[in-house]
């Protein structure tokens, strides 16, 4: 069965440095999706991409962060300048047509020291 | 808020026995999905059900949903220890973020 993937699994950072997270959505998904979980704490939106542009972001996506599909095979998070309550799991989703379910990637493990 | 909220927060049950979660919301919805995570994984799909629907079997699993009371239910049927995990629900109203709640943690022992 065909699933996200995403890259690195656990990506140790400076604070204040940039960080780009990668995955790889389902191929002919059309709906993409980033959330995170601070350990301990229930799963957060953070933002979601379709047709080539951001359709809804929260509160917690301010300025520091950007998305971007540079390829039509990946989709990135980066953040800019990593704060330490940036450390979190970073989970990518994808879902096809509308109504349909999303399927989670294992998640990047962001360690900001 | 589309969250759901899940109920109890924590189960915990022998190997064999059922497990029932409950998932309560507030708005109206298009679809109500059911999530699972193992401690330090990604979430997992378990089943979608559609507000038209009333009840949805997948293997061991049984899910409902009462539209009218905003309220849905996942039954875990002949529970194995490797059911062992959290449970969430996601509320929606179409394609867009899901919201999960706190969940319900599912400890089945052997």
């Known amino acids: 069965e065909p699933e996200v993937t995403q890259t690195p699994s656990h990506q140790v950072t400076q604070m204040g440095q940039e960080v780009i997270l990668r995955c790889v959505p389902i191929s002919n998904h059309l709906y993409f999706y980033w959330y995170r979980q601070i350990l301990g704490q229930k799963v957060e939106f953070l933002v979601s991409?379709?047709?080539?542009?951001?359709?809804?972001k929260s509160e917690i996506f301010d300025d520091q962060f950007s998305v971007e599909r540079p390829d039509g095979s990946n989709f990135t998070l980066k953040i800019r300048s990593t704060k330490l309550e940036d450390s979190a799991m970073y989970f990518c989703?994808?879902?096809?047509?509308?109504?349909?379910?999303?399927?989670f990637g294992d998640g990047t493990r962001l360690s900001i020291l | 808020s589309q969250q759901g909220e899940e109920d109890p927060q924590a189960l915990s049950i022998q190997e064999g026995e059922n497990a029932t979660m409950n998932c309560s919301y507030k708005t109206s919805i298009n679809n109500l999905q059911w999530y699972r995570q193992n401690s330090g994984r990604g979430l997992v799909h378990l089943i979608l059900i559609r507000s038209n629907e009333r009840e949805k079997h997948s293997g061991r699993l049984r899910v409902t949903l009462d539209t009218s009371k905003k309220s849905s239910s996942l039954l875990i049927t002949a529970s194995r220890a490797a059911d062992t995990a959290s449970y969430f629900c996601?509320?929606?109203?179409?394609?867009?973020?899901?919201?999960f709640g706190d969940g319900t943690t599912l400890t089945v022992k052997p």
């Open positions: 996601a509320p929606a109203r179409g394609a867009g973020k899901s919201t």
């Open positions: 989703a994808s879902s096809g047509l509308n109504d349909q379910p999303q399927h």
């Open positions: 991409f379709y047709n080539n542009e951001i359709s809804e």
